[in-house]
């Protein structure tokens, strides 16, 4: 069973920034989608950031368009998040997830195959 490991969580002031990693060993890295979702108590899981296979295609959910940039190395099967100009409404814990689709803007956490076991990222006003 594959499993998403990620790091680099914590509690930032805000204005604060952090960079989340994503491990995925024993995946086939390349041929997957992967996205950075969300999820705050008492909220859905949200979509935030997504990746094409080569990362030559990136999505943003409006929200943190212009402050959260999502990058990918496929040769360390890994992807990342950094997030600048944090705010307290970016408080949550943050997964990330893996899909196999030919498009790489999918919002449905019920279409990824594979998840992380979630990172808390707290930010303090």
């Known amino acids: 069973q594959v499993q998403l490991v990620e790091s680099g969580g914590g509690l930032v002031q805000a204005g604060g920034s952090l960079r989340l990693s994503c491990a995925a060993p024993?995946?086939?890295?390349?041929?997957?989608?992967m996205g950075w979702f969300r999820q705050a108590p008492g909220k859905e899981r949200e979509l935030v950031a997504a990746?094409?296979?080569?990362?030559?295609?990136?999505y943003y959910a409006l929200s943190v368009k212009g402050r959260f940039t999502i990058s990918r190395d496929n040769a360390k099967n890994t992807v990342y998040l950094q997030m600048n100009s944090l705010n307290p409404e970016d408080t949550a814990v943050y997964y990330c997830?893996?899909?196999?689709?030919?498009?790489?803007?999918?919002?449905?956490?019920?279409?990824?195959?594979?998840w992380g076991q979630g990172t808390q990222v707290t930010v303090s006003s």
């Open positions: 997830a893996a899909t196999r689709s030919n498009y790489y803007v999918i919002r449905d956490p019920y279409s990824y195959n594979y």
């Open positions: 024993g995946l086939a890295f390349s041929n997957y989608v």
């Open positions: 990746i094409n296979w080569n990362g030559g295609n990136t």
